[in-house]
Antibody, heavy 124, light 106 residues
Framework: EVQLVESGGGLVKPGGSLRLSCAAS????????MSWVRQAPGKGLEWVGRIKSKTDGGTTDYAAPVKGRFTISRDDSKNTLYLQMNSLKTEDTAVYLC???????????????WGQGILVTVSS | DIQMTQSPSSLSASIGDRVTITCRASQSISSYLNWYQQKPGKVSKLLIY???SLQSGVPSRFSGSGSGTDFTLTISSLQPEDFATYYCQQSYSTPTFGGGTKVEIK
């Protein structure tokens, strides 16, 4: 059974930093493309960023609102995904969800597994 | 970034109704369009990927169609468990989601 468990959320002041972790199990993590999605309270889903498997280059992509401030990384030896968030803004307040990317013919074809999410609140 | 526009933003329907939700991309995305269902307090669920491929385990009353810029999600006969919010997402370039469509009970 695929399990994705996020941790590291909490309250942080504007301009601060936070690192989220996602412990993955139930699949071969090193082969997986992983992504982060967020959902602000009462709002819709927002894609945050993605990291490919090392065999596919290990490259990252980010949504425009977080590019240059957020960094996604992975530790395949620990089956763990990370999201380093710097220069946080109040508009970054959201539940952050760790997800796996469905690959179809080697292409990103959506999200097939989701974690339960972790709340990040940016407030003074 | 590619903008995804869903319509309507909400709708009311009865059990057994045929429901159609539309998603429009700001530029052509070929068939790189995915649909999700979200219920309060539950993990989101992938329904359709690549515009028309049914994800494993998803009931056949759900179907997707379209290519280029215009796409639809159809529920052929609405069931009680289908009342939820539905999102489209493009994965042609840096992925983006539509704003969502809330399906409510009439």
């Amino acid at each position: 059974e695929v399990q994705l468990v996020e941790s590291g959320g909490g309250l942080v002041k504007p301009g601060g930093s936070l690192r989220l972790s996602c412990a993955a199990s139930g699949f071969t993590f090193s082969y997986a493309w992983m992504s982060w999605v967020r959902q602000a309270p009462g709002k819709g889903l927002e894609w945050v960023g993605r990291i490919k498997s090392k065999t596919d280059g290990g490259t990252t992509d980010y949504a425009a609102p977080v590019k240059g401030r957020f960094t996604i990384s992975r530790d395949d030896s620990k089956n763990t995904l990370y999201l380093q968030m710097n220069s946080l803004k109040t508009e970054d307040t959201a539940v952050y969800l760790c997800t796996t990317v469905l690959l179809w013919f080697g292409e990103d074809s959506g999200i097939d597994y989701w974690g339960q999410g972790i709340l990040v609140t940016v407030s003074s | 970034d590619i903008q995804m526009t869903q319509s309507p933003s909400s709708l009311s329907a009865s059990i057994g109704d045929r429901v159609t939700i539309t998603c429009r991309a700001s530029q052509s995305i070929s068939s790189y369009l995915n649909w999700y269902q979200q219920k309060p307090g539950k993990v989101s669920k992938l329904l359709i990927y690549a515009a028309s491929s049914l994800q494993s385990g998803v009931p056949s009353r759900f179907s997707g169609s379209g290519s280029g810029t215009d796409f639809t999600l159809t529920i052929s006969s609405l069931q009680p468990e289908d009342f939820a919010t539905y999102y489209c997402q493009q994965s042609y370039s840096t992925p983006t989601f539509g704003g969502g469509t809330k399906v409510e009970i009439k």
